[in-house]
């Protein structure tokens, strides 16, 4: 079980943001794939502290290599880690990430990132039918002070298809993500005491789940869409 993230993966992510290319990265490729070992037992430990008071059924490590084949920017290397946790589904939804990248541009992010268009739609519908606990939620001091009171994420300008633009719950509803994100310093990464804090941040992140979990699993009429 590793605690803490090494100070050497910012250090090595400084030195490939000045040379990102492939020379460069098969030369010290023997330098990165230590640290990646380090930081991937990092986030097996999250995993680990997540499914004492979740259920993660899933961890995923996303790769250094980028894919440039449809992209304007043509650097071939990350500069960064970023790892996503997967609540086990059908039963449970949204997901936890954490973004590991040096010059204080570490962050946490939970929520729904690329919600399926008919989950996007019950979301839509619960907030058009009645958007008081989701309030409720959004408003609790204890929320808040870990992750705000609003959703951060993309937006249709004006109201989706067959929404009233007027409805007292259109800043809700013409989310088209429903994420929250909290930053974090180098400093504080590499601090022996992270993993606790974004364990205490996860763990303050329930409400919002258990919520989504509930509207995601259920009609407009409140009857399980789970299969039993």
Do not use: C
Request: charged fraction near 35%; avoid cysteine.
């Amino acid at each position: 079980m590793s605690t803490t993230i090494p100070k050497s993966t910012f250090d090595f992510f400084r030195k490939l943001e000045k040379n990102n290319n492939r020379d460069w990265f098969n030369e010290n490729k023997p330098e990165f794939k230590a640290i990646e070992k380090e930081v991937k037992a990092v986030y097996s430990t999250i995993f680990e502290n997540l499914n004492k008071h979740d259920e993660i059924d899933k961890l995923k490590i996303f790769r250094i290599y980028r894919d440039v084949r449809f992209s304007k920017n043509k650097l071939p290397y990350k500069t960064h880690f970023g790892g996503s946790f997967h609540r086990t589904k059908p039963r449970l939804r949204g997901g936890y990430y954490l973004h590991i990248q040096p010059n204080n541009e570490s962050f946490i992010a939970t929520g729904f990132w690329e919600p399926a268009k008919e989950d996007l739609q019950r979301i839509r519908k619960e907030f058009e039918m009645d958007d008081s606990e989701i309030r409720k939620i959004l408003a609790n001091k204890k929320f808040n002070s870990v992750w705000g009171n609003s959703f951060v994420g993309d937006e249709v300008k004006s109201a989706p298809r067959g929404f009233d633009k007027e409805h007292k719950a259109i800043d809700l509803i013409k989310k088209k993500q429903y994420i929250f994100t909290k930053k974090y310093t180098d400093k504080e990464v590499l601090d022996t005491n992270f993993l606790n804090e974004i364990d205490d941040a996860f763990k303050a992140i329930r409400p919002f789940f258990d919520y989504m979990s509930d509207v995601l699993t259920t009609d407009l009429n409140g009857v399980s869409m789970i299969e039993k």
